[in-house]
Protein backbone atom coordinates (compact mmCIF):
# COMPACT_ATOMS: atom_id res chain seq x y z
CA UNK A 1 0.00 0.00 0.00
CA UNK A 2 1.53 3.25 -1.13
CA UNK A 3 1.56 6.07 1.16
CA UNK A 4 -1.17 8.33 0.00
CA UNK A 5 -3.50 5.18 0.73
CA UNK A 6 -1.72 4.69 3.71
CA UNK A 7 -2.61 8.58 5.04
CA UNK A 8 -6.05 8.60 3.99
CA UNK A 9 -7.39 5.91 6.13
CA UNK A 10 -8.63 6.48 9.54
CA UNK A 11 -6.17 7.03 12.44
CA UNK A 12 -6.99 3.48 14.07
CA UNK A 13 -5.83 1.50 11.18
CA UNK A 14 -2.74 3.65 9.68
CA UNK A 15 -0.04 1.49 12.06
CA UNK A 16 -1.31 -1.99 10.78
CA UNK A 17 -0.96 -0.63 7.04
CA UNK A 18 2.18 1.34 7.79
CA UNK A 19 3.95 -1.72 9.59
CA UNK A 20 2.82 -4.18 6.84
CA UNK A 21 4.79 -1.38 4.17
CA UNK A 22 7.46 -1.60 6.01
CA UNK A 23 7.78 -4.97 6.34
CA UNK A 24 7.66 -5.27 2.97
CA UNK A 25 9.66 -2.03 1.82
CA UNK A 26 12.17 -2.52 -1.21
CA UNK A 27 11.89 0.91 -3.03
CA UNK A 28 16.01 1.23 -3.35
CA UNK A 29 16.70 -3.10 -4.07
CA UNK A 30 16.51 -4.69 -0.84
CA UNK A 31 14.19 -6.33 1.46
CA UNK A 32 13.39 -5.18 4.72
CA UNK A 33 15.37 -7.92 7.26
CA UNK A 34 13.08 -8.09 10.36
CA UNK A 35 14.09 -9.38 13.65
CA UNK A 36 12.56 -9.41 17.24
CA UNK A 37 14.92 -8.24 20.23
CA UNK A 38 13.76 -7.94 23.81
CA UNK A 39 10.43 -8.60 22.55
CA UNK A 40 10.66 -5.65 20.34
CA UNK A 41 10.49 -6.34 16.31
CA UNK A 42 13.39 -4.59 14.08
CA UNK A 43 12.96 -3.41 10.85
CA UNK A 44 16.41 -2.99 8.81
CA UNK A 45 16.21 -1.09 5.29
CA UNK A 46 17.41 1.67 3.54
CA UNK A 47 13.85 3.59 3.49
CA UNK A 48 15.39 6.88 2.45
CA UNK A 49 17.90 8.12 0.01
CA UNK A 50 21.26 8.71 1.65
CA UNK A 51 21.82 10.32 -2.07
CA UNK A 52 22.57 14.83 -0.94
CA UNK A 53 20.14 17.30 -2.09
CA UNK A 54 17.06 15.09 -2.43
CA UNK A 55 14.70 17.19 -0.05
CA UNK A 56 13.31 20.48 -0.78
CA UNK A 57 15.88 23.47 -0.83
CA UNK A 58 14.74 25.13 1.90
CA UNK A 59 15.69 22.56 4.02
CA UNK A 60 19.39 23.67 3.03
CA UNK A 61 20.14 25.79 6.56
CA UNK A 62 23.21 23.98 8.37
CA UNK A 63 22.37 23.18 11.98
CA UNK A 64 24.81 20.48 14.33
CA UNK A 65 23.31 16.91 14.64
CA UNK A 66 20.17 17.76 12.01
CA UNK A 67 18.79 14.60 10.45
CA UNK A 68 17.92 14.63 6.58
CA UNK A 69 14.61 15.74 5.85
CA UNK A 70 13.84 12.53 3.90
CA UNK A 71 13.27 10.99 7.89
CA UNK A 72 9.93 13.14 8.62
CA UNK A 73 8.52 12.83 5.06
CA UNK A 74 8.43 9.40 5.60
CA UNK A 75 6.70 9.31 8.36
CA UNK A 76 4.47 12.25 7.70
CA UNK A 77 3.48 11.15 4.34
CA UNK A 78 2.02 7.70 5.73
CA UNK A 79 0.62 8.44 9.30
CA UNK A 80 -1.01 12.14 8.64
CA UNK A 81 -3.08 14.11 6.23
CA UNK A 82 -2.99 17.53 4.93
CA UNK A 83 -4.47 19.47 7.74
CA UNK A 84 -3.16 17.70 10.48
CA UNK A 85 -0.60 18.79 13.15
CA UNK A 86 3.03 17.52 13.14
CA UNK A 87 5.09 18.31 15.93
CA UNK A 88 9.02 18.51 16.79
CA UNK A 89 10.01 19.24 20.71
CA UNK A 90 13.96 19.48 19.47
CA UNK A 91 13.42 21.17 16.28
CA UNK A 92 16.69 22.67 15.70
CA UNK A 93 16.92 24.08 12.10
CA UNK A 94 13.36 22.83 11.76
CA UNK A 95 13.45 19.99 9.77
CA UNK A 96 10.64 18.23 10.96
CA UNK A 97 8.17 21.25 10.84
CA UNK A 98 9.33 22.77 7.86
CA UNK A 99 8.75 19.18 5.85
CA UNK A 100 4.94 19.14 7.55
CA UNK A 101 4.56 22.78 6.09
CA UNK A 102 5.72 22.01 2.59
CA UNK A 103 3.39 18.70 2.47
CA UNK A 104 0.12 20.75 3.88
CA UNK A 105 0.47 20.03 7.50
CA UNK A 106 0.23 22.15 10.41
CA UNK A 107 3.82 22.72 11.59
CA UNK A 108 4.33 22.83 15.74
CA UNK A 109 8.00 22.80 17.29
CA UNK A 110 10.10 24.10 19.82
CA UNK A 111 13.68 24.18 21.26
CA UNK A 112 15.39 25.17 23.90
CA UNK A 113 17.52 27.64 21.75
CA UNK A 114 16.14 30.68 20.51
CA UNK A 115 18.11 30.40 17.62
CA UNK A 116 16.06 27.77 16.39
CA UNK A 117 12.73 29.84 15.92
CA UNK A 118 15.11 32.22 14.46
CA UNK A 119 16.36 29.51 12.05
CA UNK A 120 12.97 27.89 11.50
CA UNK A 121 10.11 30.41 11.10
CA UNK A 122 11.18 32.63 8.33
CA UNK A 123 11.11 29.42 5.94
CA UNK A 124 8.14 27.97 7.18
CA UNK A 125 6.78 31.45 6.49
CA UNK A 126 9.19 32.04 3.50
CA UNK A 127 8.65 35.55 1.39
CA UNK A 128 9.25 35.67 -2.08
CA UNK A 129 12.21 36.86 -4.17
CA UNK A 130 10.83 40.45 -4.79
CA UNK A 131 10.39 41.72 -1.48
CA UNK A 132 14.25 40.02 -0.17
CA UNK A 133 15.66 42.45 -3.44
CA UNK A 134 14.31 45.65 -2.26
CA UNK A 135 14.53 45.18 1.12
CA UNK A 136 18.55 44.32 0.49
CA UNK A 137 18.50 47.49 -2.03
CA UNK A 138 16.82 49.92 0.81
CA UNK A 139 19.30 48.89 4.02
CA UNK A 140 21.91 51.50 4.19
CA UNK A 141 25.00 49.59 3.43
CA UNK A 142 27.39 52.58 3.00
CA UNK A 143 26.66 53.88 6.47
CA UNK A 144 27.79 50.60 7.98
CA UNK A 145 31.80 51.97 8.27
CA UNK A 146 32.09 51.07 11.73
CA UNK A 147 32.78 47.59 13.82
CA UNK A 148 33.62 47.18 17.64
CA UNK A 149 34.28 43.20 17.87
CA UNK A 150 37.47 43.70 16.76
CA UNK A 151 38.39 40.33 17.83
CA UNK A 152 36.19 38.87 15.27
CA UNK A 153 38.68 40.09 12.32
CA UNK A 154 40.33 36.47 12.62
CA UNK A 155 37.22 35.95 10.30
CA UNK A 156 36.99 38.83 8.32
CA UNK A 157 37.73 41.48 6.39
CA UNK A 158 37.13 45.03 8.11
CA UNK A 159 34.46 46.26 5.12
CA UNK A 160 33.02 43.18 5.70
CA UNK A 161 32.95 42.80 9.42
CA UNK A 162 31.46 46.72 9.65
CA UNK A 163 28.40 45.43 6.84
CA UNK A 164 27.77 42.37 9.58
CA UNK A 165 27.74 44.51 12.74
CA UNK A 166 25.51 47.36 10.68
CA UNK A 167 22.92 44.55 9.42
CA UNK A 168 22.78 42.87 12.99
CA UNK A 169 22.11 46.55 14.45
CA UNK A 170 19.72 47.74 11.81
CA UNK A 171 17.72 44.56 12.92
CA UNK A 172 17.63 45.40 16.12
CA UNK A 173 16.70 48.92 15.85
CA UNK A 174 13.17 47.83 13.09
CA UNK A 175 12.98 45.39 16.28
CA UNK A 176 12.60 47.90 18.82
CA UNK A 177 10.28 50.40 16.85
CA UNK A 178 8.44 47.58 15.93
CA UNK A 179 8.80 47.31 12.07
CA UNK A 180 10.66 44.34 12.48
CA UNK A 181 8.69 42.14 9.53
CA UNK A 182 8.84 38.76 7.50
CA UNK A 183 11.14 40.05 5.03
CA UNK A 184 13.66 40.73 7.62
CA UNK A 185 13.23 37.81 9.15
CA UNK A 186 14.19 36.08 6.20
CA UNK A 187 17.22 38.22 5.68
CA UNK A 188 18.30 37.35 9.42
CA UNK A 189 17.92 33.89 8.56
CA UNK A 190 20.05 33.91 5.75
CA UNK A 191 22.89 35.98 7.10
CA UNK A 192 23.10 33.45 10.46
CA UNK A 193 23.50 30.76 8.06
CA UNK A 194 26.45 32.34 5.61
CA UNK A 195 28.43 33.52 9.02
CA UNK A 196 30.93 31.47 8.78
CA UNK A 197 31.98 28.56 6.13
CA UNK A 198 34.26 27.02 3.90
CA UNK A 199 33.90 28.71 1.19
CA UNK A 200 33.45 32.04 -0.76
CA UNK A 201 29.66 31.36 -0.32
CA UNK A 202 30.56 32.83 3.26
CA UNK A 203 31.24 36.06 4.71
CA UNK A 204 33.81 34.56 6.36
CA UNK A 205 37.90 33.58 5.42
CA UNK A 206 38.29 29.85 5.50
CA UNK A 207 37.26 28.22 8.29
CA UNK A 208 34.83 25.16 9.60
CA UNK A 209 31.71 24.15 8.50
CA UNK A 210 28.71 26.62 9.61
CA UNK A 211 27.33 24.53 11.92
CA UNK A 212 30.37 24.31 13.73
CA UNK A 213 32.19 28.02 14.59
CA UNK A 214 35.36 27.59 16.20
CA UNK A 215 36.67 29.72 18.72
CA UNK A 216 38.66 33.01 17.54
CA UNK A 217 41.98 31.35 19.04
CA UNK A 218 40.99 28.23 16.90
CA UNK A 219 40.67 30.72 14.09
CA UNK A 220 43.61 32.18 14.47
CA UNK A 221 45.47 28.85 14.19
CA UNK A 222 44.06 28.30 11.01
CA UNK A 223 44.77 31.76 9.34
CA UNK A 224 48.39 31.07 10.20
CA UNK A 225 48.37 27.47 9.34
CA UNK A 226 46.82 28.19 5.92
CA UNK A 227 48.87 31.66 5.77
CA UNK A 228 45.33 32.99 4.97
CA UNK A 229 43.79 37.04 5.63
CA UNK A 230 39.99 37.51 5.34
CA UNK A 231 39.06 38.94 2.16
CA UNK A 232 36.51 41.32 1.15
CA UNK A 233 32.91 40.22 0.96
CA UNK A 234 29.86 41.88 -0.60
CA UNK A 235 27.37 40.83 2.24
CA UNK A 236 23.93 41.61 0.53
CA UNK A 237 25.32 39.94 -2.31
CA UNK A 238 26.08 36.63 -0.72
CA UNK A 239 22.58 36.83 1.13
CA UNK A 240 20.95 37.64 -2.43
CA UNK A 241 22.64 34.10 -3.98
CA UNK A 242 21.78 32.16 -1.21
CA UNK A 243 18.03 33.41 -1.08
CA UNK A 244 17.65 32.87 -4.47
CA UNK A 245 18.92 29.01 -4.04
CA UNK A 246 16.65 28.79 -1.14
CA UNK A 247 13.60 29.89 -2.58
CA UNK A 248 14.20 28.87 -5.94
CA UNK A 249 11.78 24.97 -5.62
CA UNK A 250 8.76 27.81 -3.80
CA UNK A 251 7.58 28.04 -0.74
CA UNK A 252 5.20 26.17 1.82
CA UNK A 253 1.80 27.01 1.79
CA UNK A 254 1.54 27.31 5.81
CA UNK A 255 -1.20 29.66 7.15
CA UNK A 256 -0.51 28.80 10.52
CA UNK A 257 2.17 27.64 12.70
CA UNK A 258 3.41 26.89 16.26
CA UNK A 259 6.96 27.88 17.03
CA UNK A 260 7.94 27.89 20.88
CA UNK A 261 11.45 28.66 22.94
CA UNK A 262 11.30 26.54 26.05
CA UNK A 263 11.73 23.21 27.87
CA UNK A 264 10.38 19.77 25.53
CA UNK A 265 8.54 19.04 29.01
CA UNK A 266 7.12 22.44 29.60
CA UNK A 267 4.92 23.11 26.45
CA UNK A 268 1.62 24.38 27.94
CA UNK A 269 1.21 26.47 24.87
CA UNK A 270 -0.05 23.23 23.21
CA UNK A 271 -3.55 22.42 24.09
CA UNK A 272 -3.95 18.48 24.65
CA UNK A 273 -4.70 15.97 22.01
CA UNK A 274 -4.19 18.08 19.29
CA UNK A 275 -0.72 16.22 17.61
CA UNK A 276 -1.19 13.79 15.21
CA UNK A 277 2.83 12.99 14.58
CA UNK A 278 6.05 13.49 16.61
CA UNK A 279 8.73 13.27 14.75
CA UNK A 280 11.90 14.35 16.04
CA UNK A 281 15.76 13.44 17.66
CA UNK A 282 17.17 14.41 21.32
CA UNK A 283 20.32 15.33 22.32
CA UNK A 284 22.13 12.51 22.36
CA UNK A 285 23.78 12.61 25.72
CA UNK A 286 26.95 14.77 25.71
CA UNK A 287 27.63 14.30 22.19
CA UNK A 288 27.00 17.80 20.94
CA UNK A 289 27.84 21.12 22.54
CA UNK A 290 25.28 23.07 21.07
CA UNK A 291 26.56 26.61 22.81
CA UNK A 292 30.05 26.27 21.59
CA UNK A 293 28.58 25.16 17.97
CA UNK A 294 26.15 28.25 17.84
CA UNK A 295 27.93 30.96 19.62
CA UNK A 296 28.66 33.56 16.52
CA UNK A 297 24.88 33.09 15.35
CA UNK A 298 23.76 33.61 18.91
CA UNK A 299 25.80 37.07 19.52
CA UNK A 300 24.58 37.92 15.92
CA UNK A 301 21.17 37.54 17.13
CA UNK A 302 21.91 38.91 20.63
CA UNK A 303 21.88 35.63 22.74
CA UNK A 304 23.93 34.68 25.55
CA UNK A 305 24.44 31.36 24.93
CA UNK A 306 25.37 30.58 28.76
CA UNK A 307 21.84 31.39 29.06
CA UNK A 308 20.02 28.58 27.00
CA UNK A 309 19.09 26.01 29.29
CA UNK A 310 20.12 22.84 26.70
CA UNK A 311 20.07 19.47 28.57
CA UNK A 312 23.49 18.46 27.62
CA UNK A 313 23.25 14.97 29.96
CA UNK A 314 26.44 12.28 30.20
CA UNK A 315 24.57 10.10 32.56
CA UNK A 316 22.48 7.84 30.80
CA UNK A 317 20.31 7.55 33.83
CA UNK A 318 19.89 11.31 33.82
CA UNK A 319 18.85 11.31 29.91
CA UNK A 320 16.41 8.10 30.09
CA UNK A 321 14.73 10.46 33.01
CA UNK A 322 15.10 13.62 30.76
CA UNK A 323 13.71 11.44 28.14
CA UNK A 324 10.57 10.50 30.28
CA UNK A 325 9.59 13.55 31.13
CA UNK A 326 9.37 14.63 27.16
CA UNK A 327 7.48 11.44 26.26
CA UNK A 328 4.71 12.67 29.63
CA UNK A 329 4.29 15.81 27.31
CA UNK A 330 4.21 14.26 24.36
CA UNK A 331 1.02 11.59 25.55
CA UNK A 332 -0.24 15.02 27.02
CA UNK A 333 -0.39 16.45 23.32
CA UNK A 334 -0.92 13.37 21.10
CA UNK A 335 -4.34 12.30 20.37
CA UNK A 336 -5.19 8.91 20.48
CA UNK A 337 -4.16 6.63 18.01
CA UNK A 338 -1.51 9.27 17.29
CA UNK A 339 2.02 8.55 16.52
CA UNK A 340 5.78 9.46 17.75
CA UNK A 341 8.78 8.67 15.79
CA UNK A 342 11.49 9.20 18.06
CA UNK A 343 14.93 8.52 16.44
CA UNK A 344 17.96 7.97 18.07
CA UNK A 345 21.99 7.13 16.79
CA UNK A 346 24.32 5.02 17.95
CA UNK A 347 26.87 6.95 20.43
CA UNK A 348 30.46 6.21 22.59
CA UNK A 349 31.66 3.77 19.61
CA UNK A 350 28.74 2.02 19.18
CA UNK A 351 28.31 1.00 22.73
CA UNK A 352 25.24 2.80 23.73
CA UNK A 353 22.12 1.99 21.60
CA UNK A 354 19.89 4.65 22.72
CA UNK A 355 16.18 2.74 21.37
CA UNK A 356 16.66 0.60 24.40
CA UNK A 357 16.60 3.85 26.97
CA UNK A 358 13.69 5.16 24.75
CA UNK A 359 11.91 2.19 25.24
CA UNK A 360 12.40 1.82 28.61
CA UNK A 361 11.27 5.57 29.10
CA UNK A 362 7.97 5.10 27.95
CA UNK A 363 7.39 2.67 30.35
CA UNK A 364 4.41 3.49 32.34
CA UNK A 365 2.55 6.22 29.53
CA UNK A 366 0.02 5.43 27.65
CA UNK A 367 2.21 4.65 24.72
CA UNK A 368 2.77 1.39 22.99
CA UNK A 369 6.06 0.37 20.90
CA UNK A 370 5.11 -0.57 18.00
CA UNK A 371 8.63 -1.57 16.35
CA UNK A 372 12.48 0.11 15.84
CA UNK A 373 13.06 1.30 12.38
CA UNK A 374 17.02 1.17 11.53
CA UNK A 375 17.54 3.53 8.34
CA UNK A 376 20.74 2.20 7.16
CA UNK A 377 22.78 3.06 4.21
CA UNK A 378 25.54 0.67 4.00
CA UNK A 379 29.01 1.53 2.02
CA UNK A 380 30.11 -1.86 2.69
CA UNK A 381 28.67 -5.37 3.03
CA UNK A 382 31.17 -5.76 6.04
CA UNK A 383 28.45 -4.20 8.29
CA UNK A 384 26.83 -6.61 11.99
CA UNK A 385 22.94 -4.81 11.05
CA UNK A 386 22.11 -5.42 14.45
CA UNK A 387 25.02 -3.66 16.11
CA UNK A 388 25.78 -1.04 13.50
CA UNK A 389 27.99 1.76 14.48
CA UNK A 390 28.00 5.21 12.93
CA UNK A 391 30.66 5.80 10.53
CA UNK A 392 32.21 2.16 11.40
CA UNK A 393 32.75 -0.41 8.71
CA UNK A 394 31.26 1.81 5.96
CA UNK A 395 27.87 2.25 7.91
CA UNK A 396 25.75 5.36 8.47
CA UNK A 397 21.83 4.37 10.38
CA UNK A 398 19.26 6.19 11.80
CA UNK A 399 17.28 4.04 14.77
CA UNK A 400 13.84 5.25 15.05
CA UNK A 401 11.80 4.21 17.90
CA UNK A 402 7.75 3.97 16.65
CA UNK A 403 5.44 4.42 19.87
CA UNK A 404 1.54 4.86 19.35
CA UNK A 405 -0.55 6.91 21.65
CA UNK A 406 -3.39 4.29 23.23
CA UNK A 407 -6.44 4.61 25.16
Known sequence: MQALEINSLPKSERSCRFLAEVEQFSEFGEKTRTETIDGTKYFVNEFWTAKQRKGHRLHEISYRACFKSQLPAFFIERLTSPGEIVYDPFMGRGTTPLEAALRRRIPYGNDANPLSKALAKPRIHAPKMRPVIARLSEIPWKEFREFEREDLLAFYH?????????????F???????????????IRMVALNRLTGHSTGFFSVYTMPPNQAV???????????RKQTPPFRDVPSIIAKKSKTLLSQGIPDAPRSVLLTGKSDETTAIPDSVVSLTVTSPPFLDVVNYETDNWMRC??????PNAVEIDQLGNLQEWQGF????????ARITCVEGHVAFEVGEVRHGTVMLEKNIIAAAKGLPFRVLAVMVNQQSFTKTSNCWGVSNNKSGTNTNRIVLLKRTN
Open 158 to 170: PDTLAAIEGLRTY
Open 172 to 186: FRRLDRGEFDRTDDW
Open 215 to 225: SIKSQIKINLR
Open 299 to 304: WFLGIE
Open 323 to 330: IHSTLAEL
